[in-house]
């Protein structure tokens, strides 16, 4: 194991020079001469038939050179209010450059580099690089413009009542869509880039005074740790930063709603945006709070605690109910009432299989049922759920190959699944929950016990970033029961959750309780 | 420390709590109702003088040794060779118990839920299960524990049920023959409340220390209170007929029947018990690991973990041939046996702890009076 991973880093280490060397050696300062400075881009740029070279000379004298990628900058505006005002103006030989910048180019953003490395960096986010001659000093033009798409509602985190905007791919829609929420120069938005190729970019952002600084400087730590040739999505992120790999258990929430990424930074939580997704990271994250959906704050209090105990009854139902169903008819006959035993023991007549075997064929078949609508193109899709209605629905029992109380049991599984409101936590209880089926076939409700204690274990074991994972019920925070157990009216969210370390515990002011009597006196 | 987890003393008091009542519910209505008759709902309270004096042994140790174990501190008080035999016996006493428990707890599911399952699948799977949780280490005990104390008071929520088949008449005559039955029906759980005992060996690891006391008086007296609840609902809905019934709880339960649809909730019962017992044979798996890695001056305690669980599995066939030789020891030998162990021995500790501490001050206070005394000599040969 050890000589491995020592293999691999090595591996890694010889790579990533390599990597360097192809694209450029660390640090090389910009030339005097222009025709230097263009050699060297276009023997960096060899074969980059997307990346665009214009010469031209800035009032008629002084030679200079244009760098860009074609589709990520905005040409229009690069021609008229750079290369146009640049080639009609007259400049005296040696003034300086930010003179140029000052007087002449209307352009807000633009930045002043020396090195090679800087212009490499600006012209791959879609700045345009300026090269003059007799200067050892480029200019990049905060001109970057690409397609993108437009701002759309969530798809995979619904709601009927709240915001309906949804991040997207790009990481600065997503930022500004975070500062048009929270105002305050508190929030911090801090930058780096992980991915020795793609070179994306990161964004860890937090609300100074309300989060923990060990925890910032601990996530920040663990993103610096990352040694990684990509980064395509989130989830590369996430698996290389979550404290617990081997669990089913997600530790890190995922969300594509500013507003939730909103209010889990007023909680005091720490959000990670990636270039090139939706998807946001948030921790520390807690069992409970995947259960969580932003709407519950949105609603009624008394309607939203309501349907946050129905979404915990059926997550139960969920991970126990086809383990129960099997244990029941193997083991526990004694435990169904007779007139309901008597039905269903009609209903398995004919069936051949055990009821062990017909729960792992029917849910299997609707887990790969769930699977092929997801992935299939949506023409396709309407094929899948007619077929899927045959294979798990009347024409199954009919044919005796399962039970019509089978069908059942897997239907509502499957409702219950889909309550869990975030997708990832679905999934792992879905996993859980044919190890369960299993020990329910071969020790009956000793078994489901058995697994229960197992996975409780499992659940207080594990900590998101230093929080324990079943926080606030083991350990108990009654203190936080406002928000799971219940959803308390906003008068009465006082208090912010403890996380880790210090933290700011008074989130609003006290006795807000609203009412005929409350006048206009604050006492 | 061989342990780097920490609990509070809310989850120490509850982990006591269920590895008290876990094995204690199911039986002590029949035992104490054999000798006590009627008064059967009386003997709990006799019986919890025992768990307070262990607490009150456990907690004074703990004072004295704050950072040790029962196993640790012995040798400091009786001396190395001595303390450490004692060390010994107490941990072959606590590797015995567990396996007794783990064999009670599977004679129980046999003979209740899963007549054709081979016994040794029961005690392997739970002990198995067990070692997760003691590998897993003290917090997360702590946590398991507090998460199920509310599934564990779960039944209690059904016993209204029974009011329909309860007599009150079962109570009287009150103390027919003065408190001399009650006293003898009380000797049984008395060895239940012993087990508070183990405590001592989490008592190291309470961040709130100081609550470690209060905490431990009301585990006490919460479990004198469920038994002697559980133990009148007994006595209501049977009479002096509860001791006939081997586990009369059981039976109870299955007298329920809401709306002549729910019925046979004794399962029930039994899913929740089986959390109980989880808590309480980890707890005593985990006092075993422990106490023989700080016996031995391991530097972890993990790799011994799978070991233990074998000899508790096999000492849980060793110890007993049958379901009757398991109760006869119960009735017989355990109501001596434990509280001798966990009880009297600590409380011996404690007196001798407490001379040894005393005899300390006695001689610093002569060293330091002595010194003293001289000066003063001096001052007044001078004046």
Not at chain 1, 49 to 55: A, E, L, T
Request: glycine share 8%; with cysteine.
């Amino acid at each position: 194991m050890g000589s491995l991973s020592e293999n691999a880093r090595k591996w890694w280490r010889s790579h990533k020079q390599k990597t360097q060397q192809q694209t450029a050696p660390s640090h090389t300062p910009l030339q005097k001469q222009l025709a230097d400075n263009e050699q060297r881009l276009r023997d960096l740029y060899a074969n980059c038939s997307d990346v665009v070279f214009r010469s031209f000379r800035i009032g008629g004298t002084i030679r200079a050179l244009a760098i860009y990628i074609d589709g990520l900058t905005n040409q229009e505006e690069l021609e008229r209010s750079v290369l146009s005002v640049l080639m009609q103006t007259k400049l005296p030989k040696d003034s300086p450059l930010t003179k140029l910048l000052d007087n002449l180019v209307p352009v807000t953003k633009s930045r002043e580099m020396s090195t090679v490395e800087q212009c490499l960096e600006a012209i791959a986010n879609g700045n345009p690089v300026l090269l003059i001659d007799q200067q050892e000093r480029a200019i990049a033009f905060g001109l970057a413009r690409w397609e993108k798409r437009q701002i759309e509602e969530p798809v995979a985190e619904g709601v009927v009542r709240g915001p309906r905007e949804g991040f997207t791919e790009s990481l600065h829609v997503n930022t500004a869509l975070l500062r048009r929420q929270i105002k305050t120069p508190a929030l911090k938005m801090e930058q780096m880039q992980i991915g020795g190729y793609t070179q994306t970019q990161v964004v860890l952002a937090y609300i100074e005074g309300i989060v923990d600084e060990d925890l910032v400087a601990e996530v920040r730590a663990r993103l610096g740790r990352i040694e990684i040739d990509g980064v395509l999505e989130s989830g590369y992120i996430e698996e290389l930063i979550e404290d617990h790999p081997a669990s089913p258990f997600p530790q890190i929430l995922t969300t594509e709603r500013p507003d939730v990424t909103c209010g889990n930074l007023l909680e005091g939580r720490i959000a990670i945006l990636v270039d090139g997704t939706p998807f946001v990271l948030i921790a520390p994250t807690t069992l409970f709070s995947l259960l969580q959906s932003s709407e519950d704050y949105y609603q009624r209090s008394l309607a939203s605690t309501t349907i946050r105990w129905l979404r915990y009854l059926f997550t139960a139902i969920s991970f126990l109910l086809p383990s129960l169903y099997v244990a029941l008819i193997t083991f526990h006959h004694e435990m169904v009432p007779t007139s309901l035993l008597i039905s269903m023991a009609a209903s398995r007549e004919a069936v051949p299989f055990p009821a062990l075997v017909e729960a792992l064929l029917m849910e299997i078949t609707f887990e790969a049922l769930r699977e092929a609508g997801v992935r299939l193109p949506k023409q396709v899709g309407a094929a899948v759920s007619i077929v899927g209605a045959l294979v798990i629905g009347q024409a199954a029992v009919q044919a005796g190959l399962v039970s019509a109380p089978m069908v059942i049991v897997v239907a509502i599984t499957g409702i219950a699944s889909f309550m869990i409101p975030h997708y990832i936590a679905g999934i792992a209880i879905r996993l859980l929950r044919f190890p369960m089926m299993f020990l329910a076939g071969s020790l009956g409700l000793l078994g489901i016990m058995l697994g229960i204690i197992v996975t409780v274990i499992h659940l207080s074991t594990i900590r998101s970033l230093g929080v324990p994972y079943l926080t606030p019920v083991g350990p108990i925070k009654v203190a936080e029961w406002k928000d799971t157990l219940v959803r308390a009216p906003w008068w009465m969210m006082n208090t912010r959750p403890h996380l880790t370390g210090d933290y700011q515990k008074i989130r609003q002011g006290a006795n807000q309780k609203p009412g005929p009597k409350k006048g206009g006196d604050p006492a | 420390m061989l342990e780097q987890g920490k609990i509070s003393s809310a989850q120490m008091g509850k982990m006591i709590f269920l590895a008290v009542i876990a094995s204690a519910v199911t039986a002590v209505p029949s035992y104490s109702g054999k000798y006590a008759q009627n008064d059967l709902w009386l003997s709990p309270a006799w019986a919890s003088l025992t768990g307070f004096l262990t607490v009150y042994a456990a907690i004074a140790l703990n004072k004295l040794y704050p950072q040790k174990s029962v196993v640790e501190y012995s040798t400091d008080i009786i001396g190395t060779i001595p303390g450490k035999l004692f060390g010994l016996l107490i941990l072959f006493f606590y590797i015995h118990m567990t396996g007794l428990i783990a064999r009670g707890y599977a004679e129980f599911i046999i003979g209740n839920f899963l007549p054709q399952t081979p016994i040794s699948i029961v005690i392997i799977t739970m002990i198995a299960v067990c070692a997760y949780a003691v590998k897993a280490g003290v917090e997360s005990i702590g946590r398991t524990a507090q998460l199920f104390f509310f599934f564990f008071m779960f039944p209690l929520i059904l016993m209204p049920f029974l009011l329909r088949d309860m007599k009150p008449d079962f109570l009287f005559p009150m103390l027919e023959h003065g408190l001399l039955p009650s006293l003898k029906g009380a000797l049984i759980p008395q060895g239940y409340f012993s087990e508070a005992f183990l405590m001592s060996f989490f008592l190291p690891f309470v961040t709130d220390r100081g609550k470690g006391m209060r905490s431990g008086m009301l585990t006490i007296l919460g479990i004198a209170l469920m038994l002697t609840c559980i133990n009148l609902f007994i006595l209501l809905v049977f009479g002096t007929q509860a001791a006939d019934y081997l586990y009369p709880v059981m039976v109870a339960f299955r007298y329920i029947s809401i709306a002549d649809f729910f019925e046979n909730l004794d399962s029930v019962v039994m899913t929740v018990w089986i959390l109980g017992m989880f808590v309480k044979i980890s707890i005593f798996y985990y006092a075993t690991v422990l106490g023989t890695s700080q016996w031995l001056g391991l530097a972890d305690y993990r790799p011994i973990v799978l070991p233990i669980g074998i000899l508790i599995a096999a000492l849980s066939f060793w110890s007993i041939p049958n379901l009757n030789q398991a109760s006869r020891f119960d009735v017989i030998s355990f109501p001596f046996y434990g509280p001798l162990m966990q009880t009297i021995c600590p409380l011996l500790l404690l007196g001798l702890a407490l001379l040894r501490k005393k005899g300390k001050q006695q001689s610093q206070a002569q060293m330091t009076m002595a010194p003293e005394q001289a000066h003063t000599h001096t001052e007044k040969q001078e004046g």
